[in-house]
């Protein structure tokens, strides 16, 4: 479970250009150099998104500058005497709770921006918080520099006419200079090729990767940590989540050796034959070195404060106890995921999560030992105790902590914002996109507040999968309200159990677009899906989203359904079934003039 925060998201209607205003909750003010909160940390801001970047090049001339210090000021004031700043000066004095700045940004027409942020942060890595509206609007990272420097902060999402851009305090003594405004581009295609970095993958696991990427951008999927705790949805809220989260922990050697005992597998392998996806993370208990006293139990030995298990020396030297402790540790949870591999079950496969926050004793010793523990346990898994039914999930965002494109199936990260903030999480998005270059899914793999699915339309945050975190999260009311709840679950484009379809033999398909007539108030395009499996396909889906001010009129050789912006076209009786190597065609009218600028690459997925 993750421990960093962010402030609450916006509701957005773009359509209408409205905007839900949602209060925040106060920011803690901290001294130089020191977290606001014990055990509280961000996610580091990654390299500029592709899609900033394309955004700058291709439309400099849009980008709108705002200066801090013509703001509206409140416990902070202006300043001069460092160099290097733009305009007349810079807003300082960031060091006490609720010290903001509020830019005002008149006359929008409205739509979504790219933002950047220029500051200085002299005394080392602050954060800052964000409201957009007057509503929390997450946080940015502000890496250490002694120069005037601009770091992208995500996107905002503007209505039409006035707006405002507050910068609160977070983790303070920073300085602010400006805000720019870049208008943000339909995003292009995704990349995924679908194809799971073990060569010798299940055919249950390769087809769980393809149904992903076939959904990815289309559908999000709903997911439950906990087997109660998704009980308990089903109960008050009517609908069951597609994706179930289950936890290695008990399995662990040091804690099974102190009585510990687990269900999990079980959980698995019975939500496996409801038709459910298994996620399963692992809290691992720490090999040996566990301090067991009061606060830092041995039950607590996964955290790094309560233990004294040293990553890096045992790395060192392959022929220390403690590095035959952690093969041990590795196998006993290899025996476990290997019960399901011959159940036919695949798994998503999170191991050592939220590494660079530091918490866990697995990232506790830096990016370096990070890697080199998680490429570790990827050889001794895959080679030495042959599991091929994992789907291989990363879990931070900085790049100098990834392990690397061979090994990783899925990026991600969690988020756990402040009550009722249902926002995006747009910015770690992004980041995440561009970690993995576009080509893998990026999963949202343990949340305290669901993000609203318009939201992530609005904003282009194609997540994959979400998982609620157990208890007072799911349950509290307050975190994710009731009626936030009931709007994710009926949401056409999150899917749940009875929506999933089966996943485990999904078949391959592709799907290609192209524009065959084209006049100034329509065109006719066709679509071609071809089976690239191995086994016949006895039905397809096609999805894909419309491009702004697209419609779709007659439709043939195929059934179209519009949810929210984005089309599923099924095939009809007479082109279901597809050979290996066999395609099929399907078309429609649009009732506007095809952009010969777009692209479109549908998904595709086979069964």
């Known amino acids: ?118 500051y200085r942060a002299p005394y080392g890595e602050k954060y800052a918080l964000l409201r957009l509206n007057g509503s929390g609007h997450g946080e940015v990272n ?90 308990w949805v089903e109960e008050n809220i ?30 698995a392998l019975a939500w496996d034959a409801r038709g459910g996806i298994t996620t399963f993370v692992w809290h691992w208990n720490a090999p040996t070195g566990l301090i067991d006293e009061p ?90 105790n042959g599991l091929h039914n994992l789907i291989w999930v990363w879990n931070s965002v900085d790049p100098e902590w990834y392990p690397g494109d061979d090994v990783v199936d899925v990026v991600s990260a969690d988020s756990y914002p402040p009550a009722g903030d249902y926002g995006p999480v747009s910015s770690t998005y992004e980041n995440l996109v561009t970690l993995a270059g576009d080509t893998k899914p990026v999963a949202l793999t343990e949340v305290g507040a669901i993000p609203d699915p318009d939201l992530l339309e609005a904003y282009q945050a194609d997540w994959s999968w979400f998982v609620t975190w157990s208890g007072d999260f799911i349950s509290d009311g307050v975190t994710n309200s009731r009626e936030h709840l009931l709007d994710v679950y009926r949401h056409p484009r999150v899917i749940t159990l009875d929506e999933l379809g089966d996943f485990k033999h999904a078949g391959g398909c592709v799907a290609t677009h192209r524009v065959t007539a084209n006049w100034g108030t329509g065109h006719v395009a066709e679509i071609t899906v071809r089976n690239t499996g191995d086994t016949p396909l006895s039905g397809w889906q096609v999805g894909w989203h419309l491009p702004s001010g697209q419609t779709v009129g007659t439709v043939w050789n195929a059934t179209v359904d519009t949810t929210a912006g984005t089309l599923r076209a099924r095939a009809t009786p007479g082109s279901a079934t597809l050979q290996p190597g066999e395609e099929t065609t399907f078309g429609f009218l649009g009732n506007t003039h095809w952009p010969e600028e777009v692209t479109l690459a549908p998904s595709c997925t086979g069964s």
Do not use: C
Request: charged letters at 20%.
């Open 295 to 384: 606060g830092k139990e041995w039950w607590r030995g996964f955290y790094t404060d309560a233990t004294t298990f040293d990553l890096a020396a045992a790395l060192a030297d392959p022929s220390s106890q403690e590095y035959a402790l952690l093969l041990r540790d590795i196998d006993a949870i290899s025996e476990q995921l290997g019960r399901l591999q011959d159940a036919g079950v695949p798994v998503l496969w999170r191991p050592l999560h939220e590494a660079e926050g530091g918490w866990f004793w697995w990232g506790a010793k830096g990016p370096g030992p990070a890697r080199e523990l998680y490429r570790l346990m990827y050889d001794r898994m895959v080679h030495h």
């Open 1 to 118: 479970m993750a421990q960093r925060t962010a402030l609450r998201g916006v509701l957005a209607a773009l359509a209408a250009g409205a905007l839900a205003l949602l209060a925040g909750p106060p920011a803690t003010a901290a001294a130089p150099g020191t977290p606001a909160a014990e055990g509280a940390a961000a996610q580091p801001a990654a390299a500029e998104p592709e899609s900033a970047r394309s955004a700058s090049a291709g439309a400099a001339a849009e980008t709108e500058v705002y200066e801090a210090e013509d703001g509206a000021l409140q416990g902070v004031t202006v300043g001069s005497s460092a160099a290097g700043y733009s305009g007349t000066g810079y807003v300082e004095g960031f060091d006490a709770a609720e010290d903001q700045v509020t830019i005002t940004i008149p006359d929008s027409p409205g739509g979504l921006y790219d933002l950047t942020l220029t």
């Open 142 to 231: 502000l890496p250490a520099t002694d120069a005037f420097t601009s770091v992208p902060a995500g996107k905002v999402l503007l209505r039409e006419g006035e707006n405002t851009l507050t910068v609160v305090n977070d983790w303070g003594w920073y300085e602010i200079d400006a805000i720019a405004l870049t208008p943000v581009p339909p995003r292009p295609p995704h990349r995924l090729t679908g194809v799971p970095v073990d060569p010798d993958a299940t055919p249950e696991a390769r087809s769980l990767l393809s149904y992903l990427s076939g959904t990815y951008g289309n559908a999000i999927l709903s997911g439950q940590q906990d087997m109660a705790s998704l009980a």
């Open 238 to 267: 009517g609908r069951t989540p597609a994706v179930a989260g289950l936890d290695m922990m008990d399995y662990s050697p040091s804690r099974v050796e102190r009585g510990t005992t687990s269900q999990e597998v079980e959980n």
